[in-house]
């Protein structure tokens, strides 16, 4: 079956970086888009990214832009998420979550991982 | 970006109930409007994909139902397995995916 695991959370000071790390199986990795979506301690969902199938589009909210970037090895089945320029505001829950869609640009996630704890704080 | 609005933030209801969540985009979306259920220390789980189809698994009770900008998820008769935050989300606009603030149901 479909299986996400995520991993690289942990505290991190504002300003410093992150990389987290997704790992897939259970499905041909290279057929599918992988989201980001996070969530802050007693708050709700909030996309973060997405990469396609293939690498070739990568899209991120406003919050992130410029600061996260997202990538994929299809040789190794993981998706990256580094996360640069940290703030308080990025402390989270990070889930990373497989597109519904095969072979297409990005869709929805409908697969999710168990997520990891970003925690930004001096 | 495509704004959610969701009501009630919270509900209380007894078992059996009819359970009725509401949501709003702030513009039309089609039917890219698909629904998540999370229950506590979880991963939130695809419920309901295209206003109205259930994904493999999920029992009958629950559906959905709308279209543009207005949207309804219903438990038909809510158990107590269904504690949960309930989200809608649009894909609408694909390179900014929103979600709705969440509705969070407990029982009476």
């Known amino acids: 079956q479909v299986q996400l695991v995520e991993s690289g959370g942990g505290v991190v000071q504002p300003g410093r970086s992150l990389r987290l790390s997704c790992a897939a199986s259970?499905?041909?990795?290279?057929?599918?888009?992988i989201h980001w979506v996070r969530q802050a301690p007693g708050k709700g969902l909030e996309w973060v990214a997405v990469i396609s199938y293939d690498g070739g589009s990568r899209f991120y909210s406003d919050s992130v832009k410029g600061r996260f970037t997202v990538s994929r090895d299809n040789s190794k089945n993981t998706v990256d998420l580094q996360m640069n320029s940290l703030r308080p505001d990025d402390t989270a829950v990070y889930f990373c979550?497989?597109?519904?869609?095969?072979?297409?640009?990005?869709?929805?996630?409908?697969?999710w991982g168990q997520g990891t704890l970003v925690t930004v704080s001096s | 970006d495509i704004q959610m609005t969701q009501s009630p933030s919270s509900l209380s209801a007894s078992v059996g109930d009819r359970v009725t969540i509401t949501c709003q985009a702030s513009?039309?979306?089609?039917?890219?409007l698909n629904w998540y259920q999370q229950k506590p220390g979880k991963a939130p789980k695809l419920l309901i994909y295209d206003v109205s189809n259930l994904e493999t698994g999920v029992p009958s009770r629950f559906s959905g139902s709308g279209s543009g900008t207005d949207f309804t998820f219903t438990i038909s008769s809510l158990q107590p397995e269904d504690i949960a935050t309930y989200y809608c989300?649009?894909?609408?606009?694909?390179?900014?995916?929103?979600f709705g603030g969440g509705t969070k149901v407990e029982i009476k």
């Open positions: 513009q039309g979306v089609s039917n890219y």
């Open positions: 989300q649009q894909y609408d606009d694909l390179v900014a995916l929103t």
């Open positions: 259970g499905f041909t990795f290279s057929d599918f888009g």
């Open positions: 979550a497989r597109d519904a869609s095969v072979v297409a640009v990005v869709s929805y996630p409908a697969y």
